[in-house]
């Protein structure tokens, strides 16, 4: 079991950046494939990144391919999701998650653990 908490969220203009970051507990996260989540107000949680154990293989939901990068250092517990050219669209909570299967997945059912989210405003 894994536990996780993220960090690096707040409040930025348009055009600007953040780097998010997912801490995860236990002596074990390099099993873990990753995911970043989001969720806006009234709408429903959509799927951001993904980032196999390795770190060898990412992929990106299309609304922030060549914006966003997932990236990770296993040796310290840690998932980043680093955030450049901030859209006010892109203003969510932003979850991280975790799941032991390698296969990139898209969809929050497949991650079993997650964090407490963080909250990210863009603002016009």
């Known amino acids: 079991q894994v536990q996780l908490v993220e960090s690096g969220g707040g409040l930025v203009q348009a055009g600007g950046s953040l780097r998010l970051s997912c801490a995860a507990s236990?002596?074990?996260?390099?099993?873990?494939?990753m995911g970043w989540f989001r969720q806006a107000p009234g709408k429903e949680r959509e799927f951001v990144a993904f980032?196999?154990?390795?770190?060898?293989?990412?992929y990106y939901a299309d609304s922030v391919k060549g914006r966003f990068t997932i990236s990770r250092e296993n040796a310290k517990n840690t998932v980043y999701l680093q955030m450049n050219s901030l859209k006010p669209e892109d203003t969510a909570v932003y979850y991280c998650a975790a799941k032991l299967r390698a296969a990139i997945a898209t969809v929050d059912y497949d991650y079993p653990y997650w964090g407490q989210g963080t909250q990210v405003t863009v603002s016009s």
């Open positions: 236990g002596r074990t996260f390099s099993r873990y494939s």
């Open positions: 980032i196999h154990w390795s770190g060898g293989t990412t």
